[in-house]
């Protein structure tokens, strides 16, 4: 079976999204953790956020997974039948 670029590039685009919201609580300090509550925000707010080195980790964690189930997926090792029968949508083979 071949894959489109197109395909590709929307499923990347998809499983970056999940893994960014997986990786944004690492890290995270709040402002009244770290003492420096700026007037007028939320004591909640991150002090520091970090987006730009989450953003790289998860284009990193993405790129791997990705690349990992694109292989599994072209080697026949893993096919569109074995994941619905994981997820329960098909029934398992006897």
Same mark, same amino acid.
């Given at each position: 079976?071949?894959?489109?670029?197109?395909?590709?590039?929307?499923?990347?685009?998809?499983?970056?999204?999940?893994?960014?919201?997986?990786?944004?609580?690492?890290?995270?300090?709040?402002?009244?953790?770290? /003492?420096?509550?700026?007037? /007028?925000?939320?004591?909640?707010?991150?002090?520091?956020?970090?987006?730009?080195?989450?953003?790289?980790?998860?284009?990193?964690?993405?790129?791997?997974?990705? /690349?990992?189930?694109?292989?599994?997926?072209?080697?026949?090792?893993?096919?569109?039948?074995?994941?619905?029968?994981?997820?329960?949508?098909?029934?398992?083979?006897?």
């Amino acid at each position: 079976m071949e894959l489109r670029w197109t395909t590709v590039l929307a499923i990347y685009f998809i499983a970056w999204w999940i893994v960014l919201f997986a990786i944004l609580p690492f890290g995270v300090r709040s402002q009244e953790e770290d /003492g420096t509550v700026t007037p /007028g925000t939320d004591p909640g707010a991150p002090a520091v956020p970090l987006l730009v080195k989450k953003a790289i980790w998860t284009t990193i964690v993405t790129t791997l997974l990705c /690349g990992l189930f694109f292989w599994l997926f072209l080697t026949r090792r893993l096919t569109l039948d074995d994941l619905g029968t994981l997820w329960g949508l098909l029934p398992a083979p006897r």
